[in-house]
């Protein structure tokens, strides 16, 4: 490990302590490699979500001099409250409620005039004055983050005075433009503290890239002739603000880091900077499985998923999981973002050859996207119940005659089963097969849950439709959306995300847009094969280091100047040759999945944050200017 000239560390992000995206994922899996460097003086500043807050925070008696602190800003409005972020290694975390703060009155003193105004407008003025950042169409979408940053930096200036921090090498590291605001105001301030800012995606890249725009394609094409991003362009998106602000960010931070060469470029393109440092993402190793649990632990999530799937598809007709197989597909709803279109057209193509080869695998595709639901679909949650009664039933009767065959056998008596089971129990399963009849002869629901809007408007449900994957009985490819995050409380699976991949066959990411990727990153640290694409900043990582792609347990499709279709049948001739491995062949790719990430550990990956702490404070060193 390189060694840290900075001896402080204040982490800032809207996502510390509160689960919003894949910068979470990042922020609480690094902190036990930020504590081995930083120790107790490593400090996550995150958002205070009062619906949320207990799933990751426990609040603990705040140290002395930090209650001083904590009181003058309770006074401003600005609600601090201290304590461990227990799913990240008991880091330090301060969560900052700033909606008083924003909301507050204050006075505004220009050459002219005395104003009055919320505490927020103030800051979009002085935003503008001093950094040109127009907010004047911003909605709360911006004006919620930008106060809470200011606020995270009016934290940081006060703390700064305690007797501990004095004489102390500090680095504060704050990430994506949500931050922005509170890097500026420090910046402004001229405090002595070297400044970090990590893009994780542009604002206007993931904007472009959710309107189906090829964004890749705009940025190469535009870089190769010098051409910039014309940000007047923002104004079109409505993005103007984020946009400026996010500019601003990356310009006056003292170190400007990105997650990954694809970012990379896209800042160059949209913020016109380019970066310092590529950090790559990585994952705690510590916490994933072993090799040696790795076969047993499929088998037994993969039994749970196929209990699943005997309950949902069984009460319509017989379906067969001996030797299926689970693909799926997960991450928000961003329908081309995220590439669920190609995975769903690749199924229905993967369909179509299995049946026109005669082959009667069956396929079994999840798709794990979050939507606005109400609850489990009742039909679904009542044929969980009456399989569950059925197998409860079975498993009670034969414990209670078992001994009974036993004697029988041994005494070379004749089993006449009729009699064994007995009435009671012929009537008990007489009920419930009457009510599994009701069902023979439709096809099971392609989304498992009930949707809080007409399934009709639902993107997913439609291409699936329009694909002709609705669950009949001759489709080798079976489709469950799951617009919910697994859970083992969500009232139907009843199994958390991670457990579900290792039990599953490939996860698939086709993703058009994808400035890291987490998703197909853990499922192949999860030891289980992964699609990426080359589009990724993990695809484009990770292609370095496979040697043989047709060997490969990951994965990586081309899609930079490639067509639609090209895309699709590559998808589905992987998904298709995976099918046709022998079962200790799929063990093996799953096996060997982990090893091909295994230099994404973050052990190795923390020097890149180390090298972007130690250059802030040599810059910070340099600066005496006042912005």
């Given at each position: ?146 106060a809470w940053a200011v606020a995270a930096g009016k934290l940081i200036e006060e703390l700064l005075k ?376 993990f695809g484009r990582f990770i292609m370095r280091y496979i040697e043989d792609p047709l060997k490969s ?75």
């Open positions: 490990m390189i060694k840290p000239q900075a001896n402080v560390c204040f982490e800032v992000s809207f996502e510390c302590g509160n689960k919003v995206g894949g910068i979470y994922t990042v922020l609480k899996s690094k902190a036990r490699s930020m504590l081995k460097v930083y120790g107790n003086n490593y400090y996550a500043l995150g958002f205070f979500n009062p619906s949320t807050y207990f799933n990751d925070f426990i609040e603990s008696e705040t140290p002395e001099d930090f209650s001083t602190v904590f009181e003058k800003l309770k006074r401003e409005g600005i609600k601090c409250y201290y304590g461990r972020w227990f799913v990240a290694n008991n880091a330090n975390l301060i969560l900052i409620d700033a909606c008083e703060f924003r909301e507050k009155e204050a006075i505004y003193k220009t050459k002219f005039e005395t104003l009055r105004a919320r505490n927020v407008d103030v800051i979009k003025r002085i935003l503008w004055e001093k950094y040109g950042i127009d907010s004047l169409r911003a909605g709360f979408d911006y004006d919620e983050p930008v305690l007797e501990r921090f004095k004489d102390r090498k500090i680095v504060v590291h704050f990430h994506e433009w949500l931050s922005g605001a509170g890097l500026l105001y420090l910046r402004y301030r001229n405090l002595p503290v070297g400044l970090v800012f990590t893009t994780h995606a542009t604002r206007i890249g993931r904007a472009k890239s959710e309107r189906g725009e090829n964004l890749l394609a705009e940025v190469y094409e535009n870089l190769n002739k010098g051409v910039y991003f014309d940000d007047t362009q923002a104004y079109y998106y409505g993005l103007e603000a984020q946009h400026m602000l996010e500019q601003c960010s990356a310009k006056y931070a003292d170190v400007f880091t990105v997650v990954s060469d694809v970012t990379k470029d896209e800042a160059i393109y949209f913020l016109k900077k380019e970066a310092d440092i590529v950090t790559p993402n990585a994952l705690d190793f510590d916490e994933y499985i072993t090799p040696r649990a790795i076969a047993y632990l499929h088998e037994k999530y993969r039994a749970k998923i196929n209990d699943f799937l005997e309950a949902y598809f069984s009460p319509y007709y017989p379906i067969d999981t001996t030797d299926s197989l689970i693909y799926f597909i997960s991450g928000r709803y961003e329908f081309w973002n995220k590439g669920i279109d190609l995975f769903i057209d690749a199924l229905a193509e993967l369909n179509r050859r299995l049946y026109n080869l005669g082959i009667t695998k069956q396929i079994f595709a999840f798709i794990l996207v979050p939507s606005n639901i109400k609850g489990p679909k009742e039909s679904v949650l009542r044929a969980i119940i009456e399989y569950q009664r059925l197998d409860s039933l079975i498993e009670e009767k034969f414990k209670e005659i078992r001994d009974e065959i036993i004697d029988k056998i041994l005494q070379n008596k004749d089993i006449r089963l009729e009699e064994l089971l007995g009435r009671d129990f012929k009537a008990k399963i007489t009920v419930i097969s009457r009510y599994f009849s009701r069902l023979r002869g439709k096809n099971p629901p392609l989304c498992a849950f009930e949707l809080n809007y007409d399934e009709n408007n639902d993107l997913i449900i439609n291409y699936l439709r329009r694909a002709g994957l609705t669950n009949k009985p001759e489709d080798r490819v079976k489709v469950i959306y799951y617009p919910c995050y697994l859970s083992p409380t969500d009232g139907l699976l009843g199994m958390d995300y991670q457990d579900f991949v290792v039990g599953a066959s490939m996860g698939v990411f086709p993703s058009r847009y994808e400035p890291w990727g987490y998703t197909p990153f853990e499922t192949a640290a999860l030891r289980t094969v992964a699609i990426t694409t080359d589009v990724s900043g347990p990951i994965k990586v499709v081309k899609m930079v100047n490639r067509t639609r279709n090209e895309i699709v049948n590559d998808l589905a001739n992987i998904m298709f040759e995976h099918m046709q491995l022998r079962p200790e062949e799929r063990l093996e790719m799953k096996l060997r999945a982990r090893e091909l990430v295994e230099m994404l550990d973050w052990r190795v990956q923390i020097n890149n944050y180390i090298k972007a702490h130690n250059l802030a404070i040599e810059r910070m060193r340099s600066r005496n200017d006042r912005i």
